[in-house]
């Protein structure tokens, strides 16, 4: 099983589309499922992309009412015997995983996360965490970037840059 990986999209129902395009025509087509770590802003930015492939999201510190309204904060997926968690994050990058742990009853095997727009995969006790950076939005980090995580037996993330 192959999932694909967004966050920090911060698209507005008027923002130029063409970026998303390209990353679904691209990175994440033919993926099983696309999985989004918040701050998308504006929901129906996403509708047409839901039409060819399922999608899995939750709400970031910066989204709008509306798509607040919508969306949960956290989901806890489980792909073939794996739980993954998803969560947005908020506040300083530094001891973000335990407030994003601290959201969960149980620690999933992956936690994807978005907040900093810094792509990043690290092991941390029993939690892997996985932060796909900002496909459209790069604010500290040079290129805009999304992420696959392939499911056969284990769990492998991994960071495309675009």
């Not at 996985?130 to 980090?141: I, L, Y």
């Amino acid at each position: 099983m192959r999932v694909g990986v967004i966050s920090d999209t911060h698209l507005t129902s008027g923002s130029d589309r063409r970026s998303l395009d390209r990353i679904f025509a691209g990175p994440l087509f033919g993926v099983d499922l696309v999985l989004h770590a918040g701050d998308l802003i504006d929901l129906e930015v996403f509708e047409p992309y839901a039409r060819d492939c399922e999608l899995l999201m939750v709400a970031g510190n910066m989204d709008s009412a509306y798509t607040r309204s919508r969306l949960p904060q956290t989901r806890m997926i489980e792909l073939e015997g794996r739980r993954i968690g998803l969560a947005h994050g908020w506040g300083a990058p530094e001891g973000i995983e335990q407030r994003l742990l601290g959201l969960f009853d149980e620690p999933p095997e992956l936690l994807v996360h978005g907040h900093t727009h810094c792509a990043r995969i690290e092991r941390i006790g029993d939690v892997t965490f996985f932060n796909p950076g900002s496909a459209t939005d790069p604010r500290f980090t040079p290129r805009p970037s999304v992420g696959i995580i392939e499911i056969n037996g284990g769990i492998k993330p991994r960071v495309i840059e675009l």
